[in-house]
């Protein structure tokens, strides 16, 4: 079993930037790709961005192409998420999770094996 553990979150204003660490532990050699998904209150779970374990490629939500990098350090076995420009829509629970079946990077909530037990990031306005 991969066990994830996420950190970062906390309470900061629009236009500021936040960076989510997840650690991972357990048979990380196994693991194909990472992601990032959030719930807001009264929302369902939606993908963030996800990228491979031990590769370049990286898929992004729309609502935060180009404000979120995701990144991994295999070293330390940790995912990052870094976040900018913060809006207060992007309030919500943050998960990471682990894929570990696939060989492409998915975006669906049932395609990752693992998950974390979230973070909260509130933005205000």
């Known amino acids: 079993q991969v066990q994830l553990v996420e950190s970062g979150g906390g309470l900061v204003q629009a236009g500021d930037s936040l960076r989510l660490s997840c650690a991972a532990s357990?048979?990380?050699?196994?693991?194909?790709?990472m992601g990032w998904f959030r719930q807001a209150p009264g929302k369902e779970r939606e993908f963030v961005a996800a990228k491979r374990w031990n590769g370049e490629r990286t898929v992004y939500a729309d609502p935060v192409k180009g404000r979120f990098t995701i990144s991994t350090d295999t070293a330390k076995n940790t995912v990052y998420l870094r976040m900018n420009s913060l809006e207060p829509e992007d309030t919500a629970v943050y998960y990471c999770?682990?894929?570990?079946?696939?060989?492409?990077?998915?975006?669906?909530?049932?395609?990752?094996?693992?998950w974390g037990r979230g973070t909260q990031v509130t933005v205000s306005s």
């Open positions: 357990g048979p990380t050699s196994r693991i194909f790709a």
């Open positions: 999770a682990a894929d570990r079946r696939s060989f492409v990077i998915q975006t669906g909530v049932y395609d990752y094996d693992f």
